[in-house]
């Protein structure tokens, strides 16, 4: 019997040792995965750094060799300073389409979401294509009649399927068939990434191109990752979709074997409501007063920065409007408050104190006609998208052009006399 017990105990504390070696084991490997863990991610971030670096500085020199060169023309040869200019204009454009893909990238870039008829966005971009990608590819759009509408922003939409175009097109060297196919379709939980259960838009830009490696595919949502020669891509174009489509409560996938070519998937949830928010706008587009010589606006700015401050009262006298400038939401109240005349507010959306969402929250009931603009050039607070959603907003840096037709567009909306809100409350 001791023998027994002996042997018992003997192999009890076996197992006992065998369990505290697999605990500890599995201690120094969780230990282990975290630190090849840490050692990804600051590698990525050193990816990241390396080339937003890279990609900056050589935009910044173009703006400033630009700048340069221009102010040492500008009294001898106007027309060779103008030449400069433009090109440093460029440089900058480039610099901000560059920040809003990053932003894009970390699903931090705010969002306009609105109902949006999927198909018929892509069938208005059929010129835009075209111009993009060549006559030597063939498009063709597959959709049937009854595609539910989406409630995305259409521009960044809009930006995702023309990336998937562009990159389509490099995969086939400028030459053979590109298809888009939307449909709706029913998801199972994480059938697709992170997609919840549920009804979705599909919308497949599919080419007849190289295809992908498994090992391409694997990597193709990673930033600054990149295929094509140097010079030839960022590396953010799907990086950036992917975002798009994660912030907008969807999903990506990509289907691809190489020499047989690649299909690239948008999953965005169905809307519940209808695909008529820019309808009204433009009803309400055409029903605004055509603007005569010598018509001008008065328009409330607020900005805490002073010098974007002044750089916007000159853009906004230069499109021959009346400017009333200020520094904080509450001195814009007292400015609305002591006259009546203000047609529009042009907001920041961050500022010290009372932000712009805020603010339109607490004067949009007492001056409900007021035409307003948000101005954007950061990521904002949790909520801020939802706030100014169905408000005209224009993204910093911006030009001239871009702020007429921003004033254009608010004072569309304002006309239509169609709540913010009532979009908002349709997508829920």
Known sequence: ADTLEDAVAARTAELEQANADLREEAAERAVAEEKLRQIQKMEAV???TGGIAHDFNNMLAVVVGGLDLARRKVASSPDEAGRHIDNALEGANRAAALTRRLLAFARAEPLLPEGTDPVALIHGMHDLMERTIGERIAVSVIAPDDIWPVW????QLENAVLNLAVNARDAMDGAGALTIDVRNTMLAEHEIGEAAAGEYIRIAVSDTGTGMAPEVVERAFEPFFTTKPLGKGTGLGLSQIFGFARQSGGDVAIDST???GATVALYLPRFAGDATSRDRAADAFAR??????GEALIILIVEDDERVRRATVGAVEELGHVAIACASGEAA????AARDD???LLTDVMMHGMTGPELVERIAPRYPDLAIIFVTG??????DAERFAGREVLRKPFTITALEAAIVAARAKAAS????EAAAEAAE
């Open 378 to 383: 950061y990521v904002g607070e949790a909520g």
């Open 342 to 344: 203000i047609g529009l």
């Open 417 to 420: 006399g169609s709540p913010p």
């Open 152 to 155: 995305v922003d259409p521009h």
């Open 258 to 260: 190489p020499g047989e």
């Open 46 to 48: 050193g990816q990241l």
């Open 333 to 336: 109240e007292e400015a609305l």
């Open 288 to 293: 605004l007063p055509e603007a005569g010589e």
